[in-house]
């Protein structure tokens, strides 16, 4: 058996399927792949123990009411649908990241794939909420600049679905006080260093009359915004009253943080970013809501 490693999780390609000996002790780690090219057949590892390895068949069938899993060096898109013969409840691993998804919507032209796991691992939990600060110390709280739109950034799963955004006012909340949020894309969501540049979503300009010392958790304007892409997304926040106070953090420098903001006018949200700087200050707390 000749056993060609051809990435960085040694995966194996062979001329046999893989067996309770092809282990640790060879190398080979949990979610390494193995094709048997003489069948076809690809199997993931899901344990390496050795001796006790265990490999999972996950070749892509077309039999009906089975749940394959389709192995590619990408993760699916809107356009892995009925079409291609998938079908709900099929999986998909991303060979280069080891990221396993599946579909919970198989529409031609608007497959939804939701994440399973990160980097093949552990089975991924449902978020429940997405939100930036979940390890940050919200200390007393402050107010944010009239008119100043803040962008935080956060990594999304494709196939999620956020219907709704949330901040929390502790004071200052009343009828002629206003704020939205929003979402926006960067040109490539993959780049660890880029930035926001398109709104692809936003709530309407609430008013924050009542809310004091409670969560706000407002709708997006036309229904959910679905993550098509895994990869990093910007959440913003605007108000149009500085005697607002929010939830926050008070980082005395913020230029390693991935935060930004750029001046604008009430509660607009722009359509396209403009010229934008770190901030040295109050960072809020701002979630987007997946259920």
Same mark, same amino acid.
């Given at each position: 058996?000749?056993?060609?490693?051809?990435?960085?999780?040694?995966?194996?390609?062979?001329?046999?399927?893989?067996?309770?000996?092809?282990? +640790?002790?060879?190398?080979?780690?949990?979610?390494?792949?193995?094709?048997?090219?003489?069948?076809? *057949?690809?199997?993931?590892?899901?344990?390496?123990?050795?001796?006790?390895?265990?490999? *999972?068949?996950?070749?892509?069938?077309?039999?009906?009411?089975?749940?394959?899993?389709?192995?590619?060096?990408?993760?699916?898109?809107?356009?892995?649908?009925?079409?291609?013969?998938?079908?709900?409840?099929?999986?998909?691993?991303?060979?280069?990241?080891?990221?396993?998804?599946?579909?919970?919507?198989?529409?031609?032209?608007?497959?939804?794939?939701?994440?399973?796991?990160?980097?093949?691992?552990?089975?991924?939990?449902?978020? +429940?909420? #997405?939100?930036?600060?979940?390890?940050?110390?919200?200390?007393?709280?402050?107010?944010?600049?009239?008119?100043?739109?803040?962008?935080?950034? #956060?990594?999304?799963?494709?196939?999620?679905?956020?219907?709704?955004?949330?901040?929390?006012?502790?004071?200052?909340?009343? +009828?002629?006080?206003?704020?939205?949020?929003?979402?926006?894309?960067?040109?490539?969501?993959?780049?660890?260093?880029?930035?926001?540049?398109?709104?692809?979503?936003?709530?309407?300009?609430?008013?924050?009359?009542?809310?004091?010392?409670?969560?706000?958790?407002?709708? #997006?304007?036309?229904?959910? @915004?679905?993550?098509?892409?895994?990869?990093?997304?910007?959440?913003?926040?605007?108000?149009?009253?500085?005697?607002?106070?929010?939830? =926050?953090?008070?980082?005395?420098?913020?230029?390693?943080?991935?935060?930004?903001?750029?001046? +604008?006018?009430?509660?607009?949200?722009?359509?396209? =970013?403009?010229?934008?700087?770190?901030? =040295?200050? @109050?960072?809020?707390?701002?979630?987007? =809501?997946?259920?």
């Amino acid at each position: 058996m000749t056993q060609t490693p051809r990435a960085k999780i040694t995966d194996v390609t062979a001329s046999v399927n893989p067996t309770v000996n092809d282990d +640790g002790t060879q190398a080979l780690d949990v979610r390494s792949l193995w094709v048997n090219e003489s069948n076809g *057949k690809v199997f993931f590892c899901v344990n390496n123990a050795a001796g006790a390895a265990v490999w *999972k068949d996950v070749t892509l069938t077309a039999a009906a009411g089975t749940h394959p899993v389709h192995a590619s060096t990408i993760d699916p898109t809107i356009n892995d649908d009925a079409s291609l013969s998938f079908e709900l409840g099929h999986h998909w691993i991303n060979t280069t990241t080891q990221d396993i998804f599946q579909a919970s919507d198989v529409t031609i032209g608007a497959a939804v794939w939701r994440p399973s796991s990160t980097n093949g691992a552990t089975p991924a939990v449902n978020p +429940g909420e #997405l939100m930036y600060g979940t390890l940050m110390d919200y200390l007393p709280p402050g107010n944010l600049t009239s008119g100043l739109v803040f962008y935080i950034r #956060l990594k999304l799963g494709a196939g999620l679905e956020i219907p709704n955004m949330r901040t929390f006012i502790d004071s200052g909340g009343t +009828g002629s006080r206003d704020i939205r949020m929003g979402i926006y894309e960067q040109t490539d969501p993959t780049d660890p260093d880029g930035l926001p540049v398109t709104r692809a979503a936003q709530t309407l300009p609430v008013a924050t009359n009542g809310q004091n010392r409670q969560f706000m958790t407002e709708p #997006l304007i036309g229904g959910s @915004y679905t993550v098509l892409t895994t990869g990093y997304y910007w959440l913003a926040i605007v108000t149009d009253s500085t005697s607002l106070k929010f939830a =926050v953090c008070n980082v005395a420098r913020a230029d390693f943080l991935p935060v930004r903001r750029e001046a +604008g006018t009430g509660t607009v949200l722009p359509a396209t =970013v403009g010229t934008i700087s770190n901030p =040295v200050g @109050y960072i809020p707390y701002l979630a987007a =809501v997946e259920a």
